[in-house]
C-alpha cells in the first residue's frame, strides 16, 4: 500500500484506463477526513462498505 500524506486543500491525482481522476483533502479533523473525488461519469466511486456488501452478495 502507498501511504501519502496531503494537507487541507491539496490534491492527488491518477489515471484508470486513460482518465484522471483528483482526490482532494477538503478538511481534517480528529473524527475524520473529508475528501473530494472529482472523476469522470464513467468511472465508478464507492465506500468500502458498499463494497463489501455488494461483493458479499456474489
Do not use: H
Request: charged residues 40%; hydrophobic residues 35%; aromatic residues 6%.
Amino acid at each position: 500500500m502507498l501511504v501519502l500524506t496531503r494537507r487541507e486543500g491539496e490534491s492527488l491525482f491518477f489515471y484508470l484506463s486513460g482518465e484522471e481522476v483528483e482526490v482532494r483533502v477538503n478538511s481534517a479533523s480528529r473524527s475524520g477526513v473529508r475528501l473530494g473525488i472529482r472523476a469522470p461519469k464513467e468511472v465508478q466511486v464507492v465506500r468500502e462498505r458498499e463494497w463489501i456488501r455488494d461483493t458479499d452478495k456474489e
